[in-house]
């Protein structure tokens, strides 16, 4: 269960300051994706996941465009014992365990092994407390994905993984989490899936208005990427559309003091951050 959010000041979200905010990070960001010249991490061969994680398989999706796209399946905690040795087609039927299933959508300097990330928040925290399914993929152009990266391209491969989990997950749970430019890439699913985010960009400002699906949001506030200021406005909007349709408020923001300085890249440092996402 999400815990309520924490008392969210209402700073001065003018649209004149709103236009400023969202013009600095939409250069910033732009400038970061096309950026990507070196895919990282350099020694690592993605294609072998058991070098990084156990209970791990690496698998290749076809996306739009003849993209072929790096993916790892980490299995749930209760699938560790019968594992080993386990087929392609054993894996992807695990997938209707009725364990929850996370998409991991890591952010602009990271891989499908996110180590300073993914690491700690998915394999040590949420899989092991939780007993979750974790998928994460490389957008084309990252990691060992071929293609070239780009906005469009960074929906289509997500939506693509969200498809392909939906076809084999049948009525297990799957959630969305995003961080930083991974959030940026799942505005036309995110309706009907649940979604937890730490930092999340302005392409959501307006789909915002008509989002219906239950909505995590994770901001410290020393984020020095990503203005604090974004995030609360975001939440104001999804919180406000819950009201209007006379639903289940399912909107929460937990906010980090800047004194605990996590700021864009280390909320996975939050001691009780397994018990924020339940």
């Not at 008509?210 to 995030?231: N, R």
Request: glycine fraction near 6%; include cysteine; hydrophobic fraction near 35%.
């Amino acid at each position: 269960m999400w815990p309520r959010s924490h008392g969210l000041p209402t700073p001065d979200l003018n649209e004149t300051n709103l236009m400023k905010i969202k013009t600095k990070f939409q250069i910033k960001q732009s400038l970061k994706l096309w950026v990507i010249s070196l895919r990282f991490p350099l020694m690592a061969d993605l294609s072998r996941p058991e070098n990084f994680l156990n209970h791990t398989r690496n698998f290749y999706l076809h996306a739009e465009g003849g993209v072929t796209l790096g993916v790892w399946h980490t299995l749930a905690a209760s699938q560790w014992e019968e594992a080993h040795g386990g087929s392609p087609e054993w894996y992807r039927e695990t997938l209707a365990d009725d364990n929850p299933v996370i998409i991991y959508l890591h952010g602009n300097e990271g891989t499908r092994w996110d180590e300073c990330g993914r690491k700690e928040t998915l394999e040590l925290i949420l899989m092991d407390a939780a007993g979750y399914h974790v998928l994460s993929l490389d957008y084309r152009g990252f990691g060992d994905s071929s293609g070239e990266p780009s906005e469009a391209g960074l929906t289509t491969d997500v939506v693509s993984l969200y498809q392909w989990v939906k076809k084999y997950s049948r009525q297990s749970p799957v959630y969305l989490w995003g961080h930083s430019l991974g959030t940026g890439s799942v505005y036309k699913i995110v309706f009907c899936v649940p979604f937890i985010t730490a930092y999340i960009p302005f392409i959501f400002l307006c789909s915002l208005k008509t989002l219906t699906c239950p909505l995590l949001l994770l901001h410290a506030k020393d984020d020095s990427v990503v203005p604090y200021q974004m995030g609360v406005k975001l939440y104001q909007i999804a919180l406000a559309t819950h009201r209007e349709r006379n639903e289940e408020a399912h909107v929460q923001m937990i906010s980090y003091s800047a004194d605990l300085g996590y700021s864009h890249s280390k909320i996975h440092m939050d001691p009780n951050l397994s018990h924020v996402v339940r």
